[in-house]
Structures are given as structure tokens and as C-alpha cells.
């Protein structure tokens, strides 16, 4: 499916638009409370995910704000475009705002979504290649490109300066050398006739 990221940024928006209406409702008792009054009458038109963003989480710096924000934006611009590569970009922040919504849906509602749900389906299983950015230049327009690029530089900063997991969850898998059998995950050997072969590399390389 290539308009995954298209779809999750639609699906999980509306799931978070209700669930926000919701608890104004049950904070205000009253449905008036998701609606913007006008002289004529009370209800008119609701509010927004963005309007109800605002209401429910009020500090504009909380990295769960921040989030959702995020892929409010992205879903609006999905709407037009259908870009695979946002997948890349954006796996940090998605698997961060289901975590989000799970604990929100809990703290608000007393639901456990787990209890419905098996847990394995609230991980997201994602294409997490690095980017290339020539490709990108040779794939889009020029001003298409220079916003992708220019979106996964901006979402790389926010995830590395952003020391909450409510923002984005990094995707990392550390390695370390020890010779203590006990503190081991596996077992290896440098040596050539081993099979299970290993080979300690001083500089970054790509896993590929």
C-alpha cells in the first residue's frame, strides 16, 4: 500500500478528534461544549482537531502537543499529495502518538485499550531506510523536494532537542562489546572460522 502514512495520519486524527471531544464533554457535562456559539444559537459548528489540540493541552511547548500538531499538519497536506518517503520521517512521531493516545484514552476514560487490543497491534511496523536525498531531487518537483528535505531536518532537530518520548521514539539499536557471557544478548566471534562471524568497524557505516 503506498498511501500508508496518508492513511494513518487520516485515521489516527479522527480517533483523537473524538476522543479530545469527548472529554470536553464529560469536563464541561455539557455537548454545548464542543461547539463554537454564535448570537443566533448555542451549537453551530464543532470545533476542530486543532481547536480541541489547544483546549485539552494548553502549554504549546508539550512535546504531546507538539506531536499531534505535527501530524495534524501532515494529514492536511496528505490530502493533496501522496508521499511515501513521509513514512521515513514521520515513524518516530506515529509510534509516539499511539503510544499517547493509549495512555490518554486511559487517563481520561479508565479504558485500556489492551484489554480490546492485542498489544502487538499498537507497534508499528515501518520502512526506516535513511533517505536519499538525491533520489527525492530526481523523484519530485524542486519545491516539492526541497519541503521533504526540508520537513526531515526540521523533524530530525525537534526529536534530538525534544528529551520526551511524548514527541517522537526514536528508532536506535545499540551494540556493545562485552566479554561477559552473562551481560550478553548473543554470542560472537572476530575469528574467521567462526560461525558467527563479527567485525568491529570504527567509523558509521550503513547497515546495508
Given at each position: 500500500v503506498?498511501?500508508?502514512v496518508?492513511?494513518f495520519s487520516?485515521y489516527?486524527?479522527?480517533a ?6 469527548s472529554?470536553l464533554?464529560k469536563?464541561a457535562?455539557?455537548l ?9 444559537t ?16 494548553t502549554d504549546?511547548?508539550e ?7 505535527k501530524?495534524?499538519?501532515?494529514r492536511?497536506?496528505s490530502?493533496?499529495f ?6 521515513q520521517?514521520?515513524a ?7 503510544i499517547n493516545?493509549?495512555n490518554k484514552l ?13 498489544q502487538h497491534f499498537?507497534?508499528l511496523?515501518?520502512?526506516?531506510d ?8 530526481k ?8 519541503q521533504?528535505?526540508r ?5 530530525n532537530e525537534?526529536?534530538?532537542h ?7 521514539i526514536p ?8 566479554k ?6 548473543f ?5 574467521k572460522?567462526?560461525?558467527?562471524k563479527?567485525a568491529?568497524i ?7
Amino acid at each position: 500500500v503506498k498511501y500508508r502514512v496518508e492513511g494513518f495520519s487520516f485515521y489516527i486524527c479522527n480517533a483523537w478528534e473524538l476522543l479530545l471531544k469527548s472529554y470536553l464533554i464529560k469536563s464541561a457535562d455539557s455537548l454545548e461544549a464542543i461547539f463554537y456559539s454564535t448570537k443566533a444559537t448555542k451549537r453551530s459548528q464543532s470545533y476542530s482537531i486543532s481547536e480541541c489540540i489547544k483546549k485539552v493541552f494548553t502549554d504549546k511547548r508539550e512535546p504531546l502537543r507538539r506531536n499531534l500538531e505535527k501530524i495534524v499538519s501532515l494529514r492536511n497536506t496528505s490530502i493533496h499529495f501522496v508521499t511515501e518517503e513521509y513514512e521515513q520521517m514521520y515513524a518516530p512521531l506515529f509510534q509516539a502518538c499511539v503510544i499517547n493516545y493509549v495512555n490518554k484514552l486511559n487517563d481520561f476514560f479508565h479504558i485500556d485499550i489492551t484489554e480490546r487490543l492485542d498489544q502487538h497491534f499498537l507497534s508499528l511496523s515501518v520502512n526506516i531506510d535513511s533517505l536519499d536525498s538525491k533520489a527525492i531531487k530526481k523523484k519530485y518537483p524542486t519545491s516539492i523536494a526541497e519541503q521533504i528535505l526540508r520537513d526531515q531536518m526540521e523533524l530530525n532537530e525537534e526529536t534530538i532537542h525534544t528529551e520526551s518520548t511524548h514527541f517522537g521514539i526514536p528508532i536506535n539499536h545499540n551494540i556493545y562489546i562485552t566479554k561477559n557471557k552473562k551481560n550478553a544478548d548473543f554470542i560472537v566471534s572476530v575469528a574467521k572460522d567462526s560461525e558467527t562471524k563479527a567485525a568491529i568497524i570504527n567509523k558509521l557505516q550503513d547497515p546495508k
